[in-house]
């Protein structure tokens, strides 16, 4: 039996979601389940029933009374992107927030799997939608992966410090500047999956669209999944041409603050 009608801005959010998490395997930024995904799409999704008792149901540990009743299309715990890509309904939960925000339902029915629960890393993308629906919901996309080259500069000794990191990732190419010219926040790492992670990347996403989990990972927001895709493409475009210098034997000598400043005052 039918349970949820996805509109046809749903439904290009679900095609959006298959398209980038085939992109991050190819990669080979989502090896094994790493990763996930959300997107807000309150608005756009429609229940057949009004009766949610039918739906399995989980009490979260923190309330989101900001996110009553919300949609969220979300990457299932222990998913691969590359089943995503080939079978998204097989991999993602629709979730919808209870009315007073302490838990949520798991809407099912016979194309969406029933047995899957939302992401680890729910917790912090909660956090972030509470966020974006403050600012006025025109980001909708959370999107986290592995992206090698900015996991391995955290790695490094003296790229700890997130000015210093933004002085490498935003000199090597305009492309940068122009993308996102407030560049990326850093967490320290955090053990995956916490309510600190959460507070973290919330705290560092006022500022930044894009915030680099140090030795783990990076994230981004977007209007959709595609625009958050983009953000972290471009910055890690940047970690790259970075290494292949240091390759080379030579220090990249990149945009001067001046050249930096004339871009963001163009773009």
Not at 12 to 31: C, S, T, Y
Request: glycine share 8%; aromatic share 6%.
């Amino acid at each position: 039996m039918k349970s949820i009608e996805f509109s046809p801005i749903a439904k290009q959010h679900i095609a959006d979601v298959a398209q980038v998490a085939g992109f991050l395997w190819h990669r080979g930024w989502a090896v094994k389940n790493g990763g996930n995904i959300s997107v807000d799409m309150t608005g756009e999704v429609d229940l057949c029933s009004s009766d949610l008792n039918q739906f399995p149901y989980k009490q979260l540990d923190h309330t989101y009374p900001d996110l009553s009743q919300v949609f969220l299309l979300t990457t299932g715990a222990g998913t691969r992107m590359r089943d995503v890509e080939n079978n998204i309904f097989q991999n993602v939960c629709v979730v919808r927030i209870s009315n007073d925000g302490t838990g949520y339902h798991i809407i099912h029915d016979e194309v969406l799997n029933s047995n899957l629960i939302p992401t680890s890393e729910l917790p912090t993308h909660l956090a972030i939608h509470r966020l974006l629906k403050k600012r006025g919901g025109i980001q909708k996309a959370v999107l986290h992966t592995h992206p090698d080259e900015l996991i391995a500069l955290t790695l490094i000794p003296g790229f700890h410090d997130e000015s210093r990191l933004n002085k490498i990732l935003l000199s090597v190419q305009p492309e940068a500047v122009i993308a996102n010219p407030t560049g990326v926040g850093l967490v320290q790492y955090i053990l995956p999956g916490t309510e600190q992670l959460a507070e973290k990347s919330v705290a560092s996403l006022q500022v930044h669209p894009v915030v680099i989990w140090g030795k783990h990972g990076c994230l981004a927001l977007g209007r959709d999944v595609q625009e958050a895709f983009d953000l972290i493409d471009v910055t890690n475009k940047s970690a790259q041409l970075f290494f292949l210098c240091r390759e080379a034997g030579y220090t990249p000598q990149g945009l001067t603050e001046h050249e930096i400043e004339q871009l963001k005052k163009l773009f």
